[in-house]
């Protein structure tokens, strides 16, 4: 092709017109309520929504009043009345309770009030040392730790809690409680004493063995 030659014109092409395209947005049917719901006041909506609340903030309450939990029901098929049970260092798959450290022995005695009180005897060794009194539902209701450098043997005297007075207890057998001992009302008949023990080491593990096999747990009054 010579350069120096005129390029020649294209032929104008032309375009029919054309109306724009229409885009159709197709919305999605919108479900129609029954009658019967199109009559209900907002008010009345609220007061029901409201309601179902009290009622399921009051069940979840209740349940654990309805009766003993279920790691009590357990202990109870375990332990013995009124004996002081020593429980080694909790270790996987081997746990008397849930959440027991794994640093620590446990005496744990499951009393019962059904005929007479509970006495129950347990030396608190050292810092760390504690006596709990727990409800089958997990209440505890009375506890006291251990003192630094101080040995302590306490003497607890468990009593129900309506006959702390000692009508509970037969005239020609009732007597005070010596100065060492406490009277403690149970707010039911059934219950836990536990007694936590820190193991601090493997060169403490006799004396710690040794002191709680000194914790009794034991029904009427200590002579």
């Given at each position: 092709m010579n350069p120096h030659l005129p390029t020649p014109a294209l032929p104008e092409s032309r375009w029919p017109n054309l109306p724009p395209p229409r885009l159709e947005v197709r919305r999605?049917?919108?479900?129609?309520?029954?009658g019967w719901i199109r009559k209900i006041h907002w008010r009345t909506a609220i007061g029901a929504i409201l309601l179902a609340g009290i009622l399921h903030v009051t069940a979840t309450l209740a349940v654990p009043l309805i009766g003993p939990g279920s790691a009590y029901q357990k202990l109870r098929e375990l332990l013995p009345a009124n004996t002081m049970v020593v429980?080694?260092?909790a270790r996987p798959g081997k746990q008397l309770l849930p959440f027991l450290m794994p640093d620590a022995y446990y005496g744990v005695c499951r009393y019962s009030l059904a005929n007479e009180p509970v006495t129950v005897t347990a030396p608190l060794a050292d810092l760390g040392w504690t006596l709990s009194l727990h409800t089958p539902h997990g209440d505890n209701f009375y506890v006291i730790p251990g003192q630094q450098q101080r040995a302590t043997d306490l003497t607890l005297v468990i009593v129900p809690a309506a006959e702390k007075s000692g009508d509970l207890i037969p005239a020609?057998?009732?007597?005070?409680?010596?100065?060492?001992?406490?009277?403690?009302?149970?707010?039911?008949?059934?219950?836990?004493?536990?007694?936590?023990?820190?193991?601090?080491?493997?060169?403490?593990?006799?004396?710690?063995?040794?002191?709680?096999?000194?914790?009794?747990?034991?029904?009427?009054?200590?002579?």
């Amino acid at each position: 092709m010579n350069p120096h030659l005129p390029t020649p014109a294209l032929p104008e092409s032309r375009w029919p017109n054309l109306p724009p395209p229409r885009l159709e947005v197709r919305r999605p049917a919108t479900a129609t309520p029954p009658g019967w719901i199109r009559k209900i006041h907002w008010r009345t909506a609220i007061g029901a929504i409201l309601l179902a609340g009290i009622l399921h903030v009051t069940a979840t309450l209740a349940v654990p009043l309805i009766g003993p939990g279920s790691a009590y029901q357990k202990l109870r098929e375990l332990l013995p009345a009124n004996t002081m049970v020593v429980v080694p260092p909790a270790r996987p798959g081997k746990q008397l309770l849930p959440f027991l450290m794994p640093d620590a022995y446990y005496g744990v005695c499951r009393y019962s009030l059904a005929n007479e009180p509970v006495t129950v005897t347990a030396p608190l060794a050292d810092l760390g040392w504690t006596l709990s009194l727990h409800t089958p539902h997990g209440d505890n209701f009375y506890v006291i730790p251990g003192q630094q450098q101080r040995a302590t043997d306490l003497t607890l005297v468990i009593v129900p809690a309506a006959e702390k007075s000692g009508d509970l207890i037969p005239a020609f057998t009732r007597r005070p409680p010596a100065a060492s001992e406490d009277q403690i009302a149970s707010p039911s008949e059934e219950g836990l004493v536990i007694i936590r023990a820190p193991l601090k080491g493997l060169a403490w593990k006799g004396e710690a063995e040794a002191a709680l096999a000194r914790a009794k747990c034991a029904p009427g009054l200590k002579p």
